[in-house]
């Protein structure tokens, strides 16, 4: 385990402690530990995707412009 500090806004406190007392969560640490461990690695993800990218001999840009405005990444 490794202990780490963050900073929510008092809202997202709040639902965490929500969910303490509900006993849908053992802790606060529980919870934002479980809800990382359900979001996908988007590091790993976009490795993956790049290293297909580069197989396939890249992507024209038209091709990523799209992507990355229908992703919201612009």
Same mark, same amino acid.
């Given at each position: !385990? +490794?202990r @780490?500090t963050i900073? $929510?806004?008092?809202?997202? =406190?709040? +639902? =965490?402690? /929500? &969910? $303490?007392e509900?006993?849908?969560a053992?802790s $606060?640490s529980a919870?934002?530990g *479980? @809800? =990382?461990e359900? *979001?996908?690695d988007?590091v790993a &993800? /976009? *490795?993956?995707v790049?290293e !297909?990218i580069?197989?396939i001999?890249?992507?024209?840009d *038209? &091709? /990523? &412009?799209? =992507? /990355?405005q229908? @992703?919201? !990444?612009l």
């Open positions: !385990m +490794k @780490l900073s $929510v806004s008092d809202e997202i =406190a709040e +639902k =965490a402690r /929500r &969910a $303490v509900s006993g849908n053992e $606060v919870y934002f *479980e @809800l =990382a359900r *979001e996908p988007w &993800a /976009r *490795e993956a790049d !297909m580069v197989d001999g890249g992507i024209p *038209e &091709a /990523r &412009a799209w =992507a /990355r229908t @992703l919201g !990444m």
